[in-house]
C-alpha cells in the first residue's frame, strides 16, 4: 500500500469527522457566542464607559468601578441579595431532599411527580401576584389564617423583617418541586443492593441516610446547590411585583438596582460595571461547583 495514499485517506477521514461535528456542535456553538459571549464582551466595553442609553458612549475607564466601591446602595443590594440567596438555599435544599426522599420511599406514580412539578410551570409574575393576594395584610387568605388561629397579623410584603424571607418562601414554594425531581434522579441512580446490604448489617434508617443516601448524593447536591445559588442571584420579577424593592429599600436585591440604573436613571454605564462584578461572583460560583463535583467523584471512587 502507498503511504501517500494511506495518508490522505486519514486526512479525508478527519475531515468527515470534523464535518460531521459541526452539523451538531455548529447551532448550540453560534448561539452560545451570539447570546453569551457577544453580549458579555459588550457589557465588559460598556462598563468602561459612561452612556445615557441616547447619546454616544463616552470612554471613562475604570471609574465605574472606582464609583461601585464607594455606592452604599451597591453593598447593600448585594447583602441583601446574599441574605436572600442564604434563606432561599436552606429552605430549598432541606425541603427539595425530603420530598425527594419521600416520592422515592412512598410511590413510583408518575401522575404525582407531575403534580409536585406543577407550580415551577407557573410563571414567576403570576406567581408572585397570586402571592401578592394570598399575603395581603387586611384581606389575604394567610391573614386570614392567622386571625382564625388566634394569632396576630403579619405584614409579610410591607415589613423590613419579613420582606425577603417572604419572597425567598414564595420562591422556594415555585421550585421546589423541579428541585425535589432533580435530587429525585439523583436517588434512583443508588443501587440497591448497597441499601440490602445495609439492612443485613442492621443499620437503622437514620445511619442508612447519613453514610449511605447522602454521600452517594453529594455529586447531585453539589449541582443542585449551585444552581440555586446562581438562580437565586437572578432574583428579580418576584421583587418587582410584589414590593418594588421596599419597604425602604429592604428588598432591593442587586438585579433590581441594575435595572434601576439602567432604566430609571440610565446610567447604563454603570449598570453594565454591576453586571460585570455580578458575572464575576457567579464564575468563582461556578469554579466552587467544579471543585465539589470533583470532590465528590474522588470520595465515592
Given at each position: 500500500m502507498v503511504p501517500g495514499n494511506v495518508n490522505g485517506r486519514r486526512r479525508g477521514r478527519r475531515r468527515r469527522e470534523l464535518?460531521?461535528?459541526?452539523v451538531f456542535v455548529g447551532p448550540a456553538l453560534f448561539g452560545f457566542l451570539v447570546f453569551f459571549v457577544w453580549p458579555a464582551l459588550r457589557g465588559?466595553?460598556?462598563s468602561l464607559t459612561?452612556?445615557?442609553?441616547?447619546?454616544?458612549?463616552s470612554f471613562v475607564g475604570l471609574d465605574n468601578y472606582r464609583a461601585l466601591l464607594e455606592d452604599e446602595v451597591f453593598w447593600r443590594s448585594l447583602g441583601i441579595t446574599a441574605e436572600y440567596v442564604a434563606i432561599n438555599i436552606g429552605l430549598q435544599t432541606v425541603l427539595a431532599l425530603a420530598v425527594a426522599v419521600l416520592l422515592h420511599r412512598l410511590t413510583s406514580s408518575t401522575v404525582i411527580r407531575g403534580i409536585v412539578l406543577l407550580p415551577y410551570l407557573i410563571p414567576n409574575v403570576v406567581v408572585a401576584l397570586m402571592f401578592l393576594w394570598i399575603l395581603d395584610f387586611r384581606l389575604g387568605f394567610g391573614n386570614q389564617v392567622l386571625d382564625w388561629a388566634g394569632a396576630d397579623r403579619i405584614p409579610f410584603l410591607?415589613?423590613?423583617t419579613w420582606a425577603i424571607p417572604t419572597i425567598a418562601g414564595i420562591n422556594v414554594w415555585?421550585?421546589?418541586?423541579?428541585?425535589?425531581?432533580?435530587?429525585?434522579?439523583g436517588l434512583q441512580t443508588i443501587p440497591k443492593d448497597v441499601y440490602e446490604a445495609a439492612a443485613i448489617d442492621g443499620a437503622g434508617e437514620l445511619r442508612v441516610f447519613t453514610r449511605i443516601t447522602l454521600p452517594l448524593l453529594r455529586?447531585?447536591?453539589a449541582m443542585v446547590l449551585v444552581m440555586t445559588v446562581i438562580g437565586s442571584?437572578?432574583?428579580?420579577?418576584?421583587?418587582a411585583v410584589t414590593t418594588e424593592g421596599g419597604p425602604a429599600d429592604s428588598t432591593k436585591v442587586i438585579y433590581f438596582y441594575i435595572f434601576e440604573k439602567t432604566f430609571t436613571q440610565f446610567e447604563y454605564g454603570y449598570a453594565s460595571a454591576m453586571s460585570v462584578v455580578l458575572m464575576a461572583l457567579l464564575a468563582v460560583i461556578t469554579l466552587i461547583q467544579l471543585r465539589l463535583m470533583r470532590a465528590g467523584e474522588s470520595d465515592l471512587a
Open positions: 464535518g460531521s461535528a459541526m465588559i466595553w460598556y459612561e452612556w445615557d442609553l441616547l447619546g454616544d458612549a410591607g415589613s423590613e415555585r421550585h421546589l418541586g423541579y428541585t425535589a425531581l432533580l435530587v429525585f434522579a455529586p447531585v447536591l442571584f437572578q432574583i428579580f420579577d418576584t421583587v
